[in-house]
DNA sequence: GTAACCAAGATTGTTAACAATCTAGTTGCC
DNA sequence: GGCAACTAGATTGTTAACAATCTTGGTTAC
């Protein structure tokens, strides 16, 4: 039970609070540190040789992110993410990147137009080579570029509070057999849809791909209670 | 500078972090703290009887909320919002909303169909007897009624936050001319789609309601710069 | 053999003192 | 008279010690 940190060993020294901060979040999104698993103090002072202030206040905005649950004096660990919970989560992206899908078909520029157009080609070459961890990242950068197109703050703010708590999802969805490729003909729909200009049509096809991808999610829990 | 807070003299002794949180927020909410204004721990310590790290991990938990801003060394103040903040607040409500919307309508059981037309009838009354504080209250309801509805705990967790935010803003829109009319007369619309249980059309319905929230904020917009 | 109870260790919550930083007013110099 | 540097006060950031609570293991009575 005291042994349980060896794994991260990247980061050793952050003194900072969100240097606390951004350690502990990457390490639960990359799956170091397991759902459930508990997060005492004393442990994480001495991994990012940070005050326990800091860490205090790390915790209490990792808790306010929805990544973290804190007892009353029982301590922290790291919040385990039902089913439910994940399809309400793609769901809400779903109308909220929807939304910026839309603002970026209204503002997006020749320039913009170009480099998320040779995301298309990144997708293509990742699916083609079946690197499924460029094609999660490719995936990713896609919605982040149209989430920077959209220049909505608000909606962005609250998609990467969104995404920081479905991360470890995504990992999985895209592990489902033949699903990269649907992800990336749906990627490349909506690519070209936002370059159209047309705001309807960008939110829609924004918005069938992401309910494309709570039907994996149910896809996936299908085949989780088959073992 | 030192005289700055006799206003508010309901709550004088909340211990704990959460009445601290929730005294300032609605503090702020009801207007009493002004956008800019300054909120230094000291004067927070003695007025809520609470401790300094109490008053420190509170106006933490604010800052990402989004209602405060801190400075390094300089402290935390009110955080002001501008109008193009404020319209993609609503924006972003929109669709969030009309997600609620959408899901209410699937969800909704008899009991409270008739609770939640029953806020027709009180719109109505205030709306005739010219009572804008009863108006505001009741629009509330009826949003919070549907939230309730949805059970869809993501996204109210999302419009709490948005609905802090914006509170100033409902205030100063519900006093435009003519616009409780409005208001009430798509606010009935909205209820009856949700009873309906379309929810593509409640969705709609939401969605045209809260832009033309947008518009009135536009409009309000205007107004103040010809003065 | 089981269950309740108690005590020691571990973990978190709270408070207070100290250090670092910023702001405003003042003084001195050009 | 104006500008720059300095000092005193105010405000926030940080650390460490203390208090309260929970968990765990063993012991004892039945």
Redesign the interface.
Known sequence: MAASFETASDEPSTATVDGVVTAVRDGIMQGRYAPGQRLPEADLVSLYQASRGAVR?AL??LE???IVLRERNRGARVRPISLD?AV??T??R???E??CAAKAAQRITADERTSLRALSDELRTAVEGGDVMAYTRANQEVHRAIRDISR????G??LDR?RTQSVRYHYTVALLPGRPAVGMAEHIEVIESVCSGDADLAEQTMRAHLMSVVDALHQLDKNLHQW
Chains 1, 2 share one sequence.
């Not at 909505?152 to 909606?155: K, L, P, V, Y």
Request: hydrophobic residues 50%; negative net charge; glycine residues 8%.
């Open positions: 206040t209490a905005q306010s992110e929805g919970e309400e989560i769901e809400a779903a109308v909220v929807g939304l909505h703050e608000t909606a703010i609250m969104l």
